[in-house]
């Protein structure tokens, strides 16, 4: 009969082969399966077609991979595959989202004196953190995500960056609203000259930091790229500065209130607008 003859039964096993290979070369053709993968199935089948070219690619060298005796196994490279593209998705949406992300910023203005600028709230900044730092936690945990691994890694770090930089940026901004408006009277400057000068240098410090700030509203940039990455580690040193203006102040307060007691009934503000005129009413 024929279909002993042995070229018969080469046409069978090649038209055979050729009907299961089809839906196995469909999935291959999704846009999620790249140069990598081939590679794979390559490894998979044992069948090396040299370079991979997916636009030059021919039907004939995929047949050679004779993909119908490695079904499950391309499948799930497949699967793979789409996998990773959702994850890659992910991360490119991440990085449009931050290069896009800007601080709102307004000048901050005592009577008609522009003092700088402020950092208005970053609230919806960091509800966009809590979300992106989330879903970089979803994808790290994917068994997928290993072409993307080194970027997911990168992204967490950036992003807790920028969490930990803008907690100190509110700090620091509190501290030097408080104290700039105390060391701008003249009176308090004359009071505390050594304390006064340390402040000037903080403040002019904190002023340059702001002023690019105005210029360069990126949060990615001002947080994780200016400075050579070294913007948290300024905020830290200031707020430090700042810190010990504060501690000079409140041991000179404590000096006056020591000798004259009913100044500990006072707020620190009222008692410094005390210290700070020449007129004995106020007293």
């Known amino acids: 009969m024929a279909e002993s003859y042995p070229p018969f039964i080469k046409l069978r096993t090649t038209v055979q ?19 990598r993968h081939w590679k794979r199935i390559m490894d998979e089948t044992g069948k090396d077609l040299g370079d991979i070219n997916l636009k030059t690619i021919t039907l004939a ?9 490695y079904q499950e196994k391309v499948q799930e490279i497949c699967k793979e595959a789409k996998e990773e593209l959702k994850n890659e998705d992910a991360i490119a949406k991440i990085d449009a989202t931050w290069k896009a992300t800007n601080f ?25 953190l809590e979300d992106n730092i989330l879903q970089l936690q979803g994808v790290g945990a994917s068994k997928y995500a290993r072409s993307i691994k080194g970027k997911v890694i990168q992204w967490e770090a950036d992003l807790n960056l920028i969490s930990d ?39 002019g410090n904190y002023r340059k930091i702001m002023d690019g700030t105005s210029k360069t509203l990126n949060v ?56 700070g005129s020449a007129d004995p009413k106020n007293i």
């Open 165 to 203: 930089c803008i907690d100190a940026w509110m700090i620091v901004q509190r501290k030097w609203q408080y104290l700039e408006s105390i060391f701008a009277s003249d009176d308090i400057r004359q009071q505390l000259p050594e304390e006064a000068k340390k402040f000037q240098k903080t403040d």
């Open 61 to 69: 060298k995929v047949f050679d991979l004779e993909l119908q005796n």
């Open 104 to 128: 709102d910023i307004a000048k901050y203005v005592k009577g008609t004196e522009h003092k700088g600028y402020v950092i208005k709230s970053p609230d919806e900044i960091r509800t966009l």
């Open 220 to 275: 990615l940039q001002c947080c994780v790229k200016a400075e050579g990455g070294k913007r948290l580690d300024e905020l830290k040193n200031i707020s430090f500065e700042l810190d010990k203006c504060q501690k000079s102040l409140t041991n000179y307060l404590d000096s006056k209130k020591g000798v004259f007691p009913r100044f500990y009934f006072i707020s620190d503000e009222d008692l410094l607008q005390i210290l």
């Open 17 to 35: 082969g050729f009907k299961g290979s089809l839906p196995l070369i469909q999935e291959l053709k999704h846009p999620a399966v790249q140069e």
